[in-house]
């Protein structure tokens, strides 16, 4: 199945918490936060929402961090996803080519 | 009888917890979550709501995430729905053709 | 003595517990829930209502479904009345012709 | 003295409890619930009222319901009046002709 | 010194609670409710306000009610003051000449 | 360092405690209660702030009273500021030439 | 990796705390206050964020002080930032020329 957002919903899957230290390690486990990175699964239209226009700027595939207090979190065939309104997502995660 | 929703309402039938967990299982049942999950019975007109102009993006019998903490629940000829907002509405679910 | 709502608000007039099962047996009584549908009985000219254009929706002797939290319980000439805004009617009741 | 309301203010007397049961025995006294029923008394001039413009829809004399939690209680000359705005006035009563 | 609201804001100085009861007896003293009426004292311009246009529509020397719970007490050498917006006043009292 | 408020926010520097009586004697110290009393520092640049045009009315070195509950208190160089929003100053506070 | 806010987000990095005295003595360490001061990192594009079209107003590497109540702390390779919205930045902090 596939969840189709409506308005300026954004449909994310957390990511899993293989955070890099600075120096290049990478922790992989239990005894970290649980980041609010996540990858965007789908994008709604945007358009007249709440009587406002929004443009929606992120896209399928985009890594982001989002608001630790926003979101639906629901279930579908077994998989957990997070759907938010654009307006909860802080910033895109872009690396950097070293 | 009939439900004629007003405005951006939204009634709302709570589907059947039969989930299929990704290998295929069917869980018919009592021990598990109640899932978010509603087919669309009736949608209203949208329109100017609240001094917002309203378009509805769901119809009838599209299968629909809701927002948990949302909607009235109703009885009509002994049947339970749930009239929601438009806005309360996260995504559609669709069925990939696999 | 008439209410003549002002604005947006609908006096509604709650309906008699007479509730039909699915297979046609008629509840008359105490141990159901109170529902929550009522006869419109009177309507306001809507118009402009706090800053935005509302038009009336509802029409007297309609069969509604309202807001279980909404409204105002007044008392006139011995009767009970609730005054709502229209925004709190989530449905119209219609009876299908079988 | 004089209240000379501003804005959307209607200042409300209330009515002294004698309420006409359905059959015609009128009840005056103190075994009653109070009722929400006032007179208008004087009626500001609307016009724009936090950022809207108002229209008064109640004049001088006009018998109303209004809502419960509703409104400023002042004194003025030992008489008590009832200030609110004519958005918590739910309904004008009307007496019909019998 | 002396006052000069800003925007909306009106500057108030408190009646001393000389009331005169209906049979025309001045009541002066302690036993009494501290009546909500004051004396405007200054006004300010009015004009855009929060985004919204406000004309002034009291004027200093003016007696006037305003709400309970409105207000900011501040002390200018030695003399109390309320400051109000504008929307915190019901009413103005005027002297009818009998 | 410099403090260059953005928006419609001013940067105030609490007066001390410096009050006058009635009768002209300079009460120094401790007793007193808290003014509200403040000079302004710095002024921002006031235009379009949440959607709404502001036009800044006070100045550098004005003396005003704001609202007790308002602003951020912020320590620059050892030196402690406030900073309100425009909006949260009720007056200015002008010397009289007696 | 880099962190690209979006609408009127700013990402800030906190100052670290070496505070001069007025009469120039450094403090480094630990029995102060956490200043509120940062320094900016990243600024979203602006332009209409919640149906308000929004200038951005800082730039990358402005010094600011920001509203202690506001903000998302998150942390990206390691590193602590604060995601705010530009509304809740006060005032940028300029190093005065002696």
Redo the contacts between chains.
């Keep these: ?7 300026d ?1 954004v ?1 994310l899957k957390q990511c899993e918490a293989e ?4 120096s290049g390690i990478i922790l992989a486990g239990s005894a970290q ?1 649980k ?2 990175e996540a990858k965007v699964v ?1 994008v ?1 239209p945007g358009g ?1 929402v ?6 929606m ?2 896209k399928e595939g985009d890594k982001v ?1 989002y ?2 207090y926003a979101g ?1 979190e ?6 957990e996803y997070i ?1 938010v309104k ?2 909860d ?8 080519s070293n």
């Design positions: 199945m596939k969840l189709v957002p409506l308005g919903r449909v955070e890099t230290t600075k936060e980041p609010q789908a709604g007249m709440d009587g406002k226009e929004v443009t700027q992120v961090i608001s630790k639906n629901v279930k579908v065939d077994g998989e759907i654009q307006n997502i802080l910033a895109i995660v872009e690396n950097e």
